[in-house]
């Protein structure tokens, strides 16, 4: 791997480690899945210094909760892991996120690279490689995918709810309220996964980046503040339900408003 010159460019603010520090700023975030400890600390100084966050995982199943934790604008994917190798987990990362991948392997034969791109990889990155060409091609593949990041609207017609992150925009029952950032940060986080259980670990890394059990303490208040403005009965909330050990869930499926009743910890 080229390490002779570092890219460090000038005037570019630098990413956070997130594996050390949490941070209210948010930069593009990356997840780096690969299982040498040297080639994941480099890979980190040359994406930090780039204006790049990063969290990092070093087996398949670490590599899968830190994905779910951290929604990353942008996998790198070493092939040759243990136990769960790259093609693997691959497949398994396409179950539960549509972030793109990149492949940063020593595997540098032809068919790897073509198999690769055939399953479904964004690109091909083989060892040893310029920092500056991981960087560019980081960029490629996430400005591809950002428009889409950065505009969701999230929809729920049978609730008659729509929620909009261009503008912090919440209808519901044809009344729009506008939001605070965090407290629309949680409704969002809520909102990529409705129907599912969010723990506060996950809401935390979301919003704040962080999923210190400071930064969590205060996802209840914000929840209070959110049933607050969007629930009929704040004190009997049937839109965002709780349950001890699980977190908070955004009651829109079908079915789910019947039993949010038995869900709900009123103590939050």
Request: aromatic share 6%; net charge negative.
């Amino acid at each position: 791997m080229t390490t002779s010159t570092m890219y460090s460019p000038s005037a570019v603010q630098k990413g956070i480690d997130l594996d050390m520090l949490g941070s209210e700023i948010h930069h593009k975030r990356i997840l780096v899945i690969d299982d040498e400890v040297d080639t994941v600390e480099l890979i980190k100084h040359i994406l930090i210094n780039s204006g790049i966050d990063v969290i990092s995982a070093t087996s398949g199943p670490e590599a899968l909760k830190r994905l779910t934790q951290g929604a990353p604008d942008a996998v790198l994917l070493d092939l040759m892991l243990p136990g769960m190798d790259g093609w693997m987990l691959y497949d398994q990362i396409r179950k539960v996120s549509s972030s793109p991948v990149v492949v940063v392997s020593a595997l540098s034969d032809t068919d790897d690279i073509v198999r690769a791109l055939q399953q479904g990889a964004d690109d091909y990155v083989t060892k040893p490689f310029h920092p500056s060409e991981l960087v560019a091609r980081i960029n490629r593949v996430t400005a591809q995918r950002r428009p889409n990041h950065q505009s969701q609207i999230f929809k729920f017609p049978a609730n008659g709810l729509e929620i909009d992150s261009n503008t912090r925009e919440v209808t519901l029952d044809s009344k729009v309220t506008v939001l605070p950032a965090r407290e629309f940060g949680v409704l969002a986080s809520l909102a990529r996964r409705p129907g599912q259980w969010v723990d506060l670990a996950t809401i935390a890394f979301d919003v704040w980046s962080d999923p210190n059990i400071h930064v969590q303490s205060r996802i209840k208040y914000l929840v209070f503040l959110l049933r607050s403005q969007l629930e009929k009965d704040p004190g009997n909330p049937r839109l965002i339900v709780s349950r001890e050990g699980l977190g908070y869930k955004l009651a829109v499926s079908p079915g789910l408003e019947k039993t949010a009743k038995e869900e709900v910890m009123k103590g939050e």
